[in-house]
């Protein structure tokens, strides 16, 4: 009997399908809220732990998630909450916070007009 087969399995092809790459925005097309529930997600932490893990209120938390910046009335505290939350996700801060800024202005801008 000719033993010069290997029990070792075919490796030179793989038979699994490649899957479908996942078109994924760069950050810079992504909205502040896109980007903190998309970590969030990730991480798999509700609102309630990043509530009790950050001591940022709810609502408040919820209005950065949902880009309702009227609701966090002073900009230092709001500036605060949203440095904090995105330090708390593992984010860079720097770039959260331009974001911010800009988005925040730009809602400014919308209530002018």
């Not at 950050?27 to 991480?43: G, H, P, S, V």
Request: charged share 30%; net charge positive.
């Amino acid at each position: 009997m000719n033993e010069s087969k290997s029990n070792q399995p075919n490796q030179t092809h793989s038979t699994r399908p490649t899957p479908p790459k996942k078109s994924r925005k760069s950050l810079a097309d992504q909205t502040l809220a896109e980007i903190l529930i998309r970590r969030r997600e990730n991480l798999d932490i509700s609102l309630s732990e990043a509530e009790q893990a950050t001591r940022i209120r709810g609502q408040y938390l919820t209005a950065i998630e949902t880009a309702d910046y009227a609701l966090l009335k002073d900009d230092v505290y709001a500036r605060g909450y949203v440095k904090n939350y995105a330090d708390y996700l593992g984010l860079d801060t720097k770039p959260i916070l331009k974001l911010y800024d800009s988005e925040r202005a730009g809602q400014r801008e919308m209530r002018r007009q």
